[in-house]
């Protein structure tokens, strides 16, 4: 018998609306959270790359429902193959950083080892065969990072002066305003 979030899960696709209505459903039903963030990290499942979708949605809305499952997505982003599934977790990757580091009320709170598999899986992702905005995150990503760790922007800025002539116009964009931001 397949759960209700599986259930909806089956009937999403690509399609942006249909990813906003599916995420609304979870937003709407907390209770599912957990579950989505399992099915999200679990390769073997087919509709793996479709919670990753839905987890980005609702992590620009409630980023924080993440906190108790930190540990878990650290340490689990390596399990990631699928480029559908990696493209989103890039993102709430890149979100989870961010509000780390923003020190609010409601800012995630990273231990030292999340932040570590967070620059480990970073750093992967920027290094091996993985579309555009998959790097374009990381990038971003990294240099956060990079501003509380004094070796990261070096690394960084060797990468993207490295990869710099090999990639597209929109990888370009990303590593040159990075760089211009590092070199200051």
């Known amino acids: ?3 209700e979030l599986q259930a909806k899960l089956d009937y999403v696709n690509a399609y942006r609306e249909n990813r906003l209505m599916a995420a609304q459903y979870v937003l709407e039903n907390q209770h599912l959270f957990g579950e989505l963030v399992t099915i999200c990290f679990s390769p ?10 839905i987890l980005e949605f609702v992590s620009y ?10 540990d878990f997505l650290s340490s689990n982003l390596k399990v990631l193959k699928d ?8 993102k709430v990757v890149q979100l989870l950083v ?4 923003k020190k609010n009320d ?9 932040l570590q598999d967070c620059i480990e899986a970073s750093f992967d992702w920027l290094i091996n065969d993985v579309k555009v905005a998959t790097k374009a995150y990381s990038i971003r990503t990294l240099y956060v990072l990079g501003n509380h760790y004094d070796w990261i922007h070096p690394e960084l800025q060797m990468i993207l002066n490295k990869d710099y002539g090999d990639h597209s116009a929109a990888y370009k964009a ?3 305003e990075v760089l211009k931001k590092i070199e200051k």
């Open 83 to 90: 480029e559908s599934a990696i493209r989103p977790i890039a």
């Open 1 to 3: 018998m397949l759960s």
């Open 44 to 53: 073997e499942d087919k509709n793996n790359h479709k919670a990753c979708w």
């Open 98 to 101: 961010k509000s780390h580091y």
């Open 174 to 176: 990303v590593a040159k």
């Open 106 to 114: 409601d800012s995630i709170l990273l231990s030292e080892e999340n």
């Open 61 to 70: 809305e409630e980023l924080i429902w993440l906190q108790p499952h930190l």
